[in-house]
C-alpha cells in the first residue's frame, strides 16, 4: 500500500506543478478564459498548486514535517471542489468530472497518510 501512495503522491505532484505552472504562465488562447478572476487570483492559485504539489512529495521524502502531506492533500480538495463548481458552471463536463477524479484520488492520500499509513518523522541524529 505504501508503493501505491508514493505513486499516486507523484503523480499528483507531478500534476499539480504542471497545472500551477500552466495557471501562472498560461499560452495566449487561455488568457480570455481566465478574464473571469482577477489576475492576483490566477497567481495565488498557481502559487497555492506548486507549492501543495511540493508538499505532497518533498516532507515525506525528507521524513522533515511529514504531516504536510495529507494537509497538501486537503488543501487541494478545497481546490477540486471550487474548480469543480467552476467548471459545472460552465457547462465543461470534461473538466468537471476529471477535478472530481482528483479530489477522490486526494482525499485517499489524505486519508491514508493521516490515519492508515503515516510518514514517520525524522529524529534528530
Known sequence: MNKILWILQVLLAV???AHGWFIIFPPAEVVPQMAAFPTAFWI???VAEILAGVGLTLP???GILPWL?????????????GATILHGTRGEVGPAL???VLFVLLTFVAYMRWKVRPIARRHAV
Open 15 to 17: 500534476a499539480f506543478l
Open 44 to 46: 495565488f492559485l498557481g
Open 60 to 62: 515525506g521524502i525528507t
Open 69 to 81: 502531506v495529507p494537509s497538501a492533500a486537503v488543501g487541494l480538495m478545497v481546490v477540486m471542489v
Open 98 to 100: 476529471t477535478t472530481v
